[in-house]
Each structure stands twice: as C-alpha cells, then as structure tokens.
C-alpha cells in the first residue's frame, strides 16, 4: 500500500478540485448552449418569416412601378400613332379608361392591350376604327 504524504494529498486535493471546476465550466457551456439553442429555435423562424414579408412587399412594389411604366410608355407609343384626332390629351385619357376596364374584363395587362392598340395604329387603321364608340 502506498504512503499518503502531505505532498501526494495535496495533489489528490488539486485535481480533485481541478475535476471539480472543470465540471462546473462544462456544465455551464451546456447550460448555456442549451438556452442558445431555445433562442435560436424560436428567433430563426421569426426573422424569416419577417425577412419573406418584407421581401414580398418590396417585389410587389417594383413590379407595380414597372407595370406603371410599361403602360406609360405603351399609351405614348399609341398616342405617336393617333392620327385624325383633334384633341389627343383627351382621347388618350378615354384611352387609358377603356383600357383599364378592358384589362378587368379579360384578365390582360394593360401595358399589353396598350401595346396591341399601338400595332394597330401602325398597320393603317386609324383611331376611331381601332376605339369603339
């Protein structure tokens, strides 16, 4: 049997308190992992869920504003090609209406339908042919 010295029961006693303190720490970073871990799980979905919000409130503007200038453009374009129209301000303002509702009423953009009223006007007919009453 081996002889406890003061020397040898001074080293049991450090690295039984050395065990002891290293525990505690490896406790504490489980501890602390863990309640990271309940964060994350609930911030994660959270913040995506905003992020996608946000995103698709942003899209949908940019392609509101580019559907307005698209259809902008379009009725420009078919206002250049109005021929035998005395007041051309006011026939693209009943322009811009008809094709409005014409959109509602068939499910077409109405950069689209602008557009298809431009190609006519190029083929030769004139405004009052391509414009219902």
Known sequence: MIKKTNTTQMIISWNTFGAARTQAATRGIATDLARLTRRAALTIPVWLGLRSALMA?????????????????????????????????????????????????????????????????????????????
């Open 57 to 133: 409130i942003t899209m949908v503007m940019k392609e509101g504003v580019q559907h307005i200038i698209a259809f902008d453009k379009a009725l420009a374009r078919a206002a250049v090609v109005a021929h035998g129209i005395e007041n051309v301000e006011l026939f693209i303002g009943d322009l811009r209406k008809e094709i409005q509702q014409l959109a509602l009423d068939t499910g077409v953009s109405v950069d689209k339908l602008a557009e298809s009223f431009y190609r006519f006007g190029t083929a030769g007919l004139n405004a009052a042919e391509r414009l219902p009453a």
